[in-house]
Structures are given as structure tokens and as C-alpha cells.
């Protein structure tokens, strides 16, 4: 008989509890029992900071309205590189496999590229579901395109995950002299949905790692996250990152 492939780990799967010799987890309230009867107890084992499961997989979609750049946005995240050109609008779905270094663990992306036409709504609809995060961009350039996130993150609210991370992004920000979406009405949106933001540019790289790394930051900080722990504000780490950025770089 052949051997059945595990199914690849996802933040779901880590919120459950599971003993290191694959026993049931015991219920009741034994220790409590013992407690009130003076019976003694095994003194409590040290605090052990807790270790990020690596062989997660965190499902991250590209989402957004057709030829505001996903693909070459994935492109160059991927392979450091801008390819000229216009690619044709994508057919479907695509996806890659990411890894991301943070701190000191490697978190795994699950990327998609989505269609952004109308008539695959009902195919990016489906990927919604179970995404762990989600980038939505918008073409600076374009101004209906920009027009257009209220109906994407109405229906990001409709059919994606309460907890879902989003991130909006206006792409081509190399592209000022033709800019028709000021950075500051980007901005303003994204406060009003509580979403963090920043321009980015598929074409020279702006942005573009720093937008996978702070989603990986913080797909990171929710799987460990422990009551106690502050939290972990994204916009703010995007902040400081591009500060330090343009401190070295003048």
C-alpha cells in the first residue's frame, strides 16, 4: 500500500495542542484535585520561549483589479528583476512557493497571482477563504483602479477570514509624472480601513521586499504571539524600515 503524504502544516494546525509522544491531551482538572487534597505537586518547568513551527505554510494572495501589475510585482520579488513588456492579463490562478527570513526562523509564503478581471471573480472569490494574507494593489497611474479597492475590501470583508492580514499597495510609483492616485489619498484610505500602506514599484524594486517581509513579520508574531505580548504594529515597522533606508541611502 502506498504511503499517504502528509498535508503541509498551516497556522491552524499549530493552534493545536499536541504532547511530544502523540498522546491525547488530558481534561479535567487533576492538579486542582491534587491541590485541594495537600497532595504535593511537580514543581513547574521553566518558561520556554515559544519556537515558530518553520514547516508552516501562511497562503498569501495578490489581489486587485487587471493590469495594475501583480505578476511583474511577484516577478521581482521572486527573481529580483523587471521584465519589459506588458505580460498578458493572467489566465486563472498561479502560485509560488517563498521563503522569508525572519528574525531568526524562515516563514513560508504560499503566493498567488490572481486574475483581476470580472469574469474570474467567482474563481479569486474561492481563494479568499483560507488566505492568511492578502496585498491588494492599485496602479498610481490609474485612478479607477484606485477607485475600485472600496469593492475589492468589500468583498475581502465578505469572503476572506476575520483575522485575514491586508496590506494596500500602490504600485508604479516609479511612474510620478504620469501619477494620477496621490500618495496621501492611499494613505487616508488605509486609515480608514485600518490597513497598513505604502507605494511600491515592481519595475525598480521600491518596496517590494519590504512588502513581503512585513507580512511575513507579522503572519510570524501571530503564530507566537502569547497573551502578555505586545503588538506587533505593522504600519510601524514599515515606517522604520523605510526611514532607515533613506537615512543610509541619503
Known sequence: MADTAAAPRTPEDAAQPTPADGSEVPTGSLANDNHASGASTAPSEPFVEPHYDEELIHKTVLVGDSGVGKTSFLVQFDQGKFISGSFSATV??????????????????????????????????AYYRDAHALLLLYDITNRPSFENIRAWLTEIHEYAQQN???????????????????????????????????????????????????????????????????????????????????????
Open 92 to 125: 486563472g490562478i498561479s502560485f509560488m512557493n517563498k521563503v522569508v527570513a525572519v528574525d531568526d526562523a524562515k516563514v513560508k509564503l504560499q503566493i498567488w497571482d490572481t486574475a483581476g478581471q470580472e469574469r474570474f471573480r467567482s474563481v479569486t472569490h
Open 164 to 250: 485575514v492580514v491586508i496590506m494596500l499597495l500602490g504600485n508604479k510609483g516609479d511612474m510620478t509624472a504620469e501619477r494620477a492616485v496621490k500618495k496621501d489619498e492611499g494613505e487616508r484610505l488605509a486609515k480608514e480601513y485600518g490597513i497598513p500602506f505604502m507605494e511600491t514599484s515592481a519595475k525598480t524594486g521600491l518596496n517590494v521586499e519590504l512588502a513581503f517581509t512585513a507580512i511575513a513579520k507579522e503572519l510570524k508574531h501571530r503564530v507566537e504571539k502569547q497573551p502578555n505580548d505586545a503588538k506587533f504594529r505593522i504600519q510601524d515597522y514599515i515606517n522604520s524600515e523605510k526611514k532607515k533606508k533613506s537615512t543610509c541611502c541619503g
